[in-house]
């Protein structure tokens, strides 16, 4: 697939590190199944990891974590 961003780079699947913030907690997210520009190193994730994405930051949040840093587990 072309990237939607730089237009020039073909994305190849690989990882990435994921970042969200809401309110006082940050989640970092690393080694993430993406599909990754190799351009410009914009990622995309799928319906299904995104879901799961969220659902790990919104447990952060439920728990009042300020930052937590997780590994990316299928």
Not at 18 to 38: D, M, N
Not at 51 to 60: N, T
């Amino acid at each position: 697939m072309n990237c939607v961003i730089c237009k020039q780079g073909e994305t190849r699947s690989g990882t990435t590190t994921v970042t969200l913030e809401s309110g006082r907690t940050t989640v970092i997210i690393k080694a993430v199944p993406a599909e990754v520009c190799e351009n410009c190193g914009e990622y995309y994730l799928s319906e299904e990891v995104t879901e799961k994405v969220h659902k790990l930051a919104e447990q952060a949040v439920q728990h009042g974590v300020e930052i937590e840093v997780l590994r990316y587990a299928a």
